[in-house]
T-cell receptor, first 113, second 109 residues
Framework: EPEVTQTPSHQVTQMGQEVILRCVPI?????FYWYRQILGQKVEFLVS????????KSEIFDDQFSVERPDGSNFTLKIRSTKLEDSAMYFC???????????FGEGSRLTVL | DAKTTQPNSMESNEEEPVHLPCNHS???????IHWYRQLPSQGPEYVIH???SNVNNRMASLAIAEDRKSSTLILHRATLRDAAVYYC??????????FGTGTRLKVLA
């Protein structure tokens, strides 16, 4: 069964460093998403991406965040200068249709020290 | 943003049916209702979705109220592996799905 894969599974970084989280969505999917979940809290929407541009973003997704689909297969989330409060599990998701189900990856745990 | 309301937690005995309710009074006429679950230490997992009619798949059934302001996820025979947080969501905006706090389902052996 096709799946969304995310790397790294866990990254530890120092505050102020740049981090790139990578996702390989399901190959024929067109809609891509990033969510995050701070430990013990709910899953929060960050951004959606379609047709090579951001479709919607949340208030969390400020200028420190960016997304890219550099090569037609990967979908990346970059945090330019990490803060302690960016420590969370980051989930990538993809969908094949406008109203179709979201397929989530297993997540990348980011720890900012 | 779209708002859904679910009980914080529910308990069920193993092998018994579970009915997980959700209110989504702000849903628009064309938005699908989606249900996801999150097992411990895993990403959210799709369960089922529907628009107006009741839906069945191998995991669960979805009963949607006629006015579409509420729905119920039905697990026909709960197993210990079904212990998870269950979320009902619908689109808020064109390409945005907002998760609420969900219902934590505890399955008792």
């Amino acid at each position: 069964e096709p799946e969304v894969t995310q790397t790294p599974s866990h990254q530890v970084t120092q505050m102020g460093q740049e981090v790139i989280l990578r996702c390989v969505p399901i190959s024929n999917h067109l809609y891509f998403y990033w969510y995050r979940q701070i430990l013990g809290q709910k899953v929060e929407f960050l951004v959606s991406f379609y047709n090579n541009e951001i479709s919607e973003k949340s208030e969390i997704f400020d200028d420190q965040f960016s997304v890219e689909r550099p090569d037609g297969s990967n979908f990346t989330l970059k945090i330019r200068s990490t803060k302690l409060e960016d420590s969370a599990m980051y989930f990538c998701a993809s969908s094949g249709g406008f109203a179709g189900e979201l397929f989530f990856g297993e997540g990348s745990r980011l720890t900012v020290l | 943003d779209a708002k859904t309301t679910q009980p914080n937690s529910m308990e069920s005995n193993e092998e018994e049916p579970v009915h997980l309710p959700c209110n989504h009074s702000t849903i628009s006429g064309t938005d699908y209702i989606h249900w996801y679950r999150q097992l411990p230490s895993q990403g959210p997992e799709y369960v089922i979705h529907g628009l107006t009619s009741n839906v069945n798949n191998r995991m669960a059934s979805l009963a949607i109220a006629e006015d579409r302001k509420s729905s119920t996820l039905i697990l026909h025979r709960a197993t210990l592996r079904d212990a998870a947080v269950y979320y009902c969501i619908h689109k808020s905006g064109t390409y945005k799905y907002i998760f609420g706090t969900g219902t934590r389902l505890k399955v008792l052996a």
